[in-house]
Nanobody
Framework: QVQLVESGGGLVQPGGSLRLSCAAS????????MGWYRQAPGKQRELVAL????????AGSVKGRFTISRDNANAKNTVYLQMNSLKPEDTAVYSC????????????????WGQGTQVTVSS
């Protein structure tokens, strides 16, 4: 019913920048929140950034370096994560997450995940 498709990962040197994109498509009635999580090898998945209801939240480790934004124009339903001043410790699989009300979910929202995209910060 709903798909989240990510793009923009890759290899970057320390201090560099990357922009991740996540496009939601399908039977979307409204999007409650969209966010990015990451999981590094041997570590638990953690919230990186979240946007919804006009509010943004960031993990302390990325505050001031990462910016989350949404593009709702023309039903694009896309969330971006601009990552600047990247550090080796930012290396992880980044996954898009969204709480979405669909044409079939009534007043309830359902949780969806993207497939994940690898971000590697290394010289």
């Amino acid at each position: 019913q709903v798909q989240l498709v990510e793009s923009g990962g890759g290899l970057v040197q320390p201090g560099g920048s990357l922009r991740l994109s996540c496009a939601a498509s399908g039977s979307i009635f409204s999007i409650v929140t969209m966010g990015w999580y990451r999981q590094a090898p041997g570590k638990q998945r953690e919230l990186v950034a979240l946007i919804g209801g006009g509010v943004t939240n960031y993990a302390g480790s990325v505050k001031g370096r990462f910016t989350i934004s949404r593009d709702n124009a023309n039903a694009k339903n896309t969330v971006y994560l601009q990552m600047n001043s990247l550090k080796p410790e930012d290396t992880a699989v980044y996954s898009c997450n969204a709480w979405i009300k669909t044409a079939y979910s009534g007043s309830s929202s359902q949780n969806y995940w993207g497939q994940g995209t690898q971000v590697t910060v290394s010289s």
